[in-house]
């Protein structure tokens, strides 16, 4: 997996790496909330709150946002919310029944999911029918993309003559249009469509290169450079990259932007669960991305800080990273490069911590997760996330948590020992 590792000799730094990798993913859980709308039973968020993010926050938001028509945005997740918070809640239900807004009643399984899921994939197909025609239509060069990048990344996303030529079509169509207008966000999205066929059709056109000369504070971009000159085996190219990436302002990966330009465009007259259900479809569409991480990760291994020059890159790539990522993945690999950079080991901790509270967080489900008022929070969480990006965004989850980081921290730690010795328990009475 990582070349510049001793397999053999440094395999408890493996697992270690291991261990943070896979806490990322958990914690993107939490980050991807809406997605498992859909997929594995909505899990309501804390309320949304405006929270000092200024260090975290990606410095591109008002420029991002400038076509998303914010205050449309804005007032249709307020109307949602209000209508959903004055509405009454469900009373007396049975045990094998949960509320579903708009359905009142519904029968629940076992995983405390409605058994029947037709109704809720019907309000994502229905609110995806409203917006795809009017984006796919637009004289916006953002608002086109975010509909290519749609049917790019999902060819169910199209009806019947919406689009013929589907998928392809629509990946060809946004990488020429990135091409020719060359705007970092339909250039970022284009590059994203075009993740699986670089070297295919109208994808040839784009390169890593201009994506970073589009957007040369963004370390993302400089990070995809990076893993292009490591796919070349290109090792100076791997480093000067990494040195922008030590250097960027912010790290972009524009994580909720496809979401939150599509919820800006839907009819008023949209429901709560049209949008959720929509959202969480639009989010899955996006945690489906492969971040370009590994290159950085492969140039910063731990034999490569016997070099002094190496490890000051890579301190300096894992701080960029740590204060700046706009992922939950950066932050993780923020920590692993730091660790192996020589940062304290408090400093270590304290990201070990912040890691276990939120997937304490991402863990933690709540009876009304299909309620009008768990898919209200679901919205205005996504707001936030349009806003200022899903690190910031869960970092003030945690901190709105009555709930310090410690105490989650160890609950979570307590939990994972618990079915670690539940787990060990079952497999000796087994063998036995």
């Known amino acids: 997996m990582n070349n510049n590792e001793d397999a053999q000799g440094d395999e408890g730094r493996l697992t270690r790496r291991m261990r943070w990798v896979g806490a990322g993913l958990v914690v993107l859980v939490l980050g991807g909330l809406v997605w498992q709308a859909v997929q594995a039973g909505l899990q309501p968020p804390p309320e949304a709150e405006e929270v000092a993010v200024e260090d975290l926050a990606n410095a591109n938001t008002v420029q991002r946002l400038a076509t998303l028509d914010e205050a449309q945005l804005s007032q249709q997740g307020v109307s949602a919310m209000t209508a959903a918070l004055v509405a009454p809640a469900m009373q007396d239900l049975a045990a094998d029944e949960i509320e579903v807004c708009g359905l009142g009643r519904v029968k629940a399984g076992a995983d405390g999911r409605p058994r029947d899921m037709a109704p809720i994939v019907g309000a994502a197909r229905r609110a995806r029918d409203q917006v795809l025609p009017m984006l796919l239509s637009s004289q916006d060069d953002n608002l086109r993309a975010a509909g290519l990048l749609m049917v790019a990344l999902d060819e169910g996303a199209v009806a019947d003559g919406v689009l013929d030529g589907g998928a392809a079509r629509a990946r060809d169509e946004l990488a020429s249009l990135a091409a020719f207008k060359s705007t970092p966000q339909v250039y970022a999205w284009a590059m ?128 960029v990273l740590a204060r700046r990522g706009g992922t939950a993945a950066e932050v993780a690999l923020a920590a692993s490069i ?55 965004t869960l970092r003030g989850a945690l901190k709105r948590s009555p709930d310090g980081p410690a105490v989650l921290a160890k609950r979570y730690r307590e939990s994972v020992a618990t079915r670690v010795a539940s787990a060990a328990s079952a497999a000796s009475a087994t063998a036995q």
């Open 338 to 392: 730091g660790e192996r950079a020589g940062w304290p080991a408090e400093r270590v901790a304290a990201f070990a911590e912040e890691r276990d509270a939120l997937a304490q967080l991402s863990a933690a489900a709540q009876s009304d997760a299909w309620s009008c008022n768990a898919l209200a929070q679901t919205l205005g969480r996504l707001h936030e996330t349009a806003r200022v990006g899903e690190m910031a």
């Open 192 to 319: 994203r469509a075009c993740q699986q066929q670089r070297t295919a059709g109208v994808c040839r056109m784009l390169s890593a290169e201009q994506w970073a000369r589009l957007e040369p504070t963004n370390a993302m971009a400089w990070l995809q450079v990076a893993a292009d000159a490591s796919l070349r085996r290109d090792e100076p190219a791997v480093a000067e990259a990494l040195y922008r990436v030590s250097h960027a302002t912010r790290s972009d990966a524009r994580h909720g932007a496809l979401a939150g330009t599509v919820l800006a465009k839907l009819p008023p007259e949209a429901d709560l669960m049209s949008r959720v259900s929509l959202a969480a479809e639009l989010t899955k569409l996006e945690a489906r991305a492969e971040l370009p991480l590994v290159a950085a990760s492969q140039h910063c291994g731990v034999k490569d800080m016997r070099d002094a020059n190496r490890q000051q890159l890579c301190s300096g790539v894992a701080e």
